[in-house]
């Protein structure tokens, strides 16, 4: 079987406006990016306000395994099964980061012929979106020092500088360092350090705008230090967002690019869901809504980080209503879940999975609380035996939804269409989603119903310092806003190796952060990072470029 690579290389990719044209999207309105890949002019974008919009459908999944799910995979998958059965289909992902393509996640364009081309862009460089995202920080991150070494007029405590830098790679060594060393002429010494610009509040700003000028005034509202009376300043303050805002001009367009199958697919917006809120850009996913009459999205790791801020976060702000949710699990990952080592995941281990439905059972309770219908994709390894996916049926019927057999990774749509079939009659039957809390519901308890109703927590630790920010943040009028939990994608605990559907565990708070402009409050739970660090063998130490000079070893 040719690899996912080989495979993408061989693909005949179609025009650009031949695929536009799928969507009635006139020539004139792409902004090409060589011949393969364009950007969707924002006038056009604005044209489309008041027409309906199509079904949303979202890709979710387990929680995540190193046997792997297949979330992306998936996406593309059902979105090409949707046009083969004549449905007008478009897909909506999120941006590749170079942190884990450099790491060991690896690429984000899907697998085998279920596959967003071209691969090798759009997993490294793309159209610069990141660039821009990184740019526009770290501008903004300079002036806030340059600020303070002209004379601080603002006062700002150089101690409650809140701002950090960002960098799209995974880089321990600058999660806390100290800036502005050397002499007088450097600057104000003081500590700080670097997130990952997935995890950048200009990312969730640039995510959850639908035009420049909301744009703009995210950015305006960014809380980047505090006085010494802990009053707040913010990136107006400083006097940046217009500046950042030309940095991001060109990077708030959506880009529109293809799947093996001729298949439009809108590729835009970058957020981790373990340390952000983990879903492509609204302005790609409301474009998609008025030009299709089904949109497949997906949202990061599983349903208990990915969906739930999907639900919580995106839909809210963005007043969107999902038709239907796929819940994608595999044999090998829930085997993982039932104890089965890596190793011995191609043994035959009904016990095993059975077990490990637990974890596929808490995540279909999770996603039916919303509201929404939900059919489970099982997506398919060569591996699998009858027996082991008769397992998976069962447990799905058993909680009153149906599992079907997915082969798009072999297959491409064709291995799709039972699951297109049957999203499609989902999105004609009602939806009755509701976010998990409402607004008014104070910030504590909306992290205390996120662990309990979620997680299965027994109970939410905090210490007096974070049960205090918390209070601030409320008496300074953000208490309305939702909560963006940063905790491992591992497990519905904060403890990576505990697997399956654990209960009644304790939930540890170390940090809440308030992002001001992007509208949420950030809930950092155990050891989570927001700059990730590279494995003891990154897959960068195999990655180059082979005689031909083309690259190896990325995927």
Same mark, same amino acid.
């Given at each position: 079987m040719p690899t996912d690579i080989?495979?993408?290389?061989?693909?005949?990719?179609?025009?650009?406006?031949?695929?536009?044209?799928?969507?009635?999207?006139?020539?004139?309105?792409?902004?090409?990016?060589?011949?393969?890949?364009a950007k969707i002019d924002a006038g056009f974008i604005a044209g489309l306000n008041g027409r309906e919009n199509g079904n949303l459908i979202l890709v979710t999944a387990i929680s995540p395994t190193?046997?792997?799910?297949?979330?992306?995979?998936?996406?593309?998958?059902?979105?090409?099964?949707?046009?083969?059965?004549?449905?007008?289909?478009?897909?909506c992902i999120r941006e590749a980061s170079l942190g884990p393509n450099f790491g060991m996640k690896g690429g984000a364009a899907g697998g085998g012929h279920a596959q967003i081309v071209p691969m090798e862009s759009m997993n490294l460089h793309f159209t610069g979106d990141f660039h821009a995202i990184t740019s526009a920080h770290n501008l903004l991150a300079a002036m806030i020092d340059n600020h303070i070494y002209w004379g601080n007029s603002l006062e700002i405590d150089e101690r409650r500088v809140t701002w950090k830098r960002v960098l799209d790679m995974n880089d321990r060594a600058l999660r806390d360092i100290v800036v502005s060393l050397g002499g007088v002429t450097n600057g104000?010494?003081?500590?700080?350090?670097?997130?990952?610009?997935?995890?950048?509040?200009?990312?969730?700003?640039?995510?959850?705008?639908r035009d420049l000028a909301e744009l703009e005034d995210r950015l305006s509202r960014i809380i980047v230090a505090y006085r010494r009376d802990r009053s707040p300043v913010t990136c107006a303050d400083i006097g940046a967002q217009g500046a950042m805002v030309v940095l991001l001009k060109d990077a708030l367009q959506p880009n529109l690019v293809q799947t093996l199958e001729g298949t439009p697919a809108f590729v835009h917006g970058g957020p981790f869901a373990n340390i952000a809120h983990g879903c492509n850009s609204v302005i790609a996913t409301q474009t998609a809504l008025k030009l299709a009459d089904y949109v497949v999205t997906e949202a990061g790791f599983g349903a208990d980080l990915g969906a739930e801020k999907f639900f919580d976060i995106k839909c809210r702000k963005a007043g969107l209503v999902p038709a239907a949710t796929v819940l994608v699990a595999t044999v090998r990952a829930l085997k993982m879940n039932g104890g089965v080592a890596k190793s011995d995941l191609g043994v035959e281990n009904v016990a095993a999975v059975?077990?490990?439905?637990?974890?596929?059972?808490?995540?279909?309770?999770?996603t039916k609380a919303f509201g929404v219908p939900v059919v489970v994709a099982i997506n398919h390894f060569t591996s699998d035996t009858e027996a082991e996916i008769e397992t998976i049926r069962q447990a799905a019927r058993a909680q009153g939804v149906e599992a079907v057999l997915c082969t798009h990774w072999a297959d491409g749509g064709a291995g799709t269409l039972e699951l297109a079939q049957k999203v499609a009659e989902l999105c004609e039957g009602p939806s009755c989603f509701a976010p998990l809390y409402p607004d008014e519901m104070g910030l504590f308890d909306k992290i205390d119903t996120i662990a309990r109703r979620i997680?299965?927590?027994?109970?939410?630790?905090?210490?007096?310092t974070i049960l205090a920010q918390l209070r601030?943040?409320?008496?300074?009028?953000?208490?309305?806003?939702?909560?963006?939990?940063?905790?491992?994608?591992?497990?519905?605990?904060?403890? =990576?190796? $505990?697997?399956?559907? !654990?209960?009644?565990?304790?939930?540890?708070?170390? /940090?809440?952060?308030?992002? %001001? @402009?992007?509208?949420?409050?950030?809930?950092?739970?155990?050891?989570?990072?927001?700059? =990730?660090? $590279?494995?003891?063998? !990154?897959?960068?130490?195999?990655?180059?470029?082979? /005689?031909?000079?083309?690259? %190896? @070893?990325?995927f």
């Open positions: 080989e495979i993408a290389r061989a693909a005949k990719l179609r025009p650009m406006p031949e695929i536009a044209a799928k969507l009635d999207i006139p020539e004139d309105a792409l902004i090409p990016y060589g011949r393969d890949k190193p046997a792997g799910e297949g979330k992306t995979t998936t996406t593309v998958g059902l979105g090409d099964g949707l046009q083969r059965i004549g449905k007008r289909a478009a897909i104000f010494p003081r500590q700080s350090g670097f997130d990952i610009t997935v995890a950048s509040e200009v990312m969730a700003c640039l995510c959850l705008s059975q077990k490990g439905c637990a974890n596929l059972d808490r995540h279909i309770a999770n997680y299965h927590a027994g109970e939410v630790i905090a210490d007096k601030d943040y409320e008496a300074a009028g953000y208490g309305s806003l939702p909560i963006c939990m940063a905790k491992t994608q591992y497990s519905f605990s904060s403890d =990576p190796q $505990l697997l399956g559907a !654990p209960e009644g565990h304790s939930l540890p708070i170390r /940090e809440v952060r308030l992002s %001001a @402009g992007a509208g949420f409050v950030v809930v950092i739970c155990g050891e989570i990072m927001t700059m =990730p660090g $590279l494995p003891r063998h !990154p897959a960068a130490e195999k990655i180059g470029l082979d /005689e031909s000079g083309q690259i %190896a @070893g990325l």
